[in-house]
């Protein structure tokens, strides 16, 4: 019998992207996957103890996708769309609620599955928690290749190896320093003498544009494929992490790092001063311990992974045992 998914989606795109590397995991598995796209209102950053099992927080255009008949299991992406998990189920007990991500110290014992990353091992747990290392995300050998046939051409000038460096920002009002923003750039140009090549350079949003300017104006004499925060052509990053031969990637986000060790390539992981959170320090010691990448600061040209991290798979299969 085929069971039917609502994936309550939200605009946050890091767990937006964890839940489509979920749901093509299931995709070979007898489930029928429905998206519910919800917009917010202002009143959706309450916190949920106060949102409880309502739609408070959601627009009226979203809130009428969510209505009878019900499915078998509701998949809750963040912490905004629990309380709407959670009015799902006071509607339909029989629904099943698996949430990524921690949703608050309310209603736990509602979710029959509780997806954590080991580094949030520091929050309430309950039985239902699971914990995954890094998060899922959908970097799969097919969506490699895809993005290999796509990009390499637009790379092909450029001497070999390609290190894709991909950099995030600040985090948790903590600003990339100008600091951070040069030792980044010093170890990268230390890297490219032990191996040489070009770099395949991005920056994002939160890298602000001080940082960003001290990064590409040390890394200029590399040759190298740019595409920084507010170009108008079309996003590389798929083919950044496609056709290079090995990864720098920045440690304040999770979900960059997760999905450069998904491609099995060389991953060198940039900490900086006094910039991560504790739970991201906890992020990049577990990966570092489990062999998936090193420290940029201690960069081996002849590092070899050990593993991949995708635990989307994993994912998929606690949720098929429901």
Known sequence: MVKTIWALMDSRRGSVNQAKGILKALNSRDFEIVEKNIVYNRFSGLPNWLRGRTLIGVENESKQQICSPFPDIVLSISRRTAPIARYIKKLSPQTKLVQLMHPGNTGLDEFSLIILPEHDKNKKQTPNVRHIVGCPHQITPEYLQAAKAKWYQEFVHLPRPWTAVIVGGAIKKKPFSAENAKNLALAIKKLKQQIGGSILLTTSRRTGSEAEKIIADELHDIPQYAYLWGDTRENPYSGYLACADNIVVTGDSVSMCCEATGTGKPIYIFRGKN????????????????????????????????????????VAELIAKL
Do not use: Y
């Open 275 to 314: 910039w991560l959170t504790p739970k991201h320090e906890r992020f990049v010691a577990s990966v570092v311990d489990k062999k998936c990448a090193m420290l940029l600061e201690n960069a081996d040209a002849d590092f070899v992974p050990q593993e991949s991290l995708n635990a989307a798979t994993e």
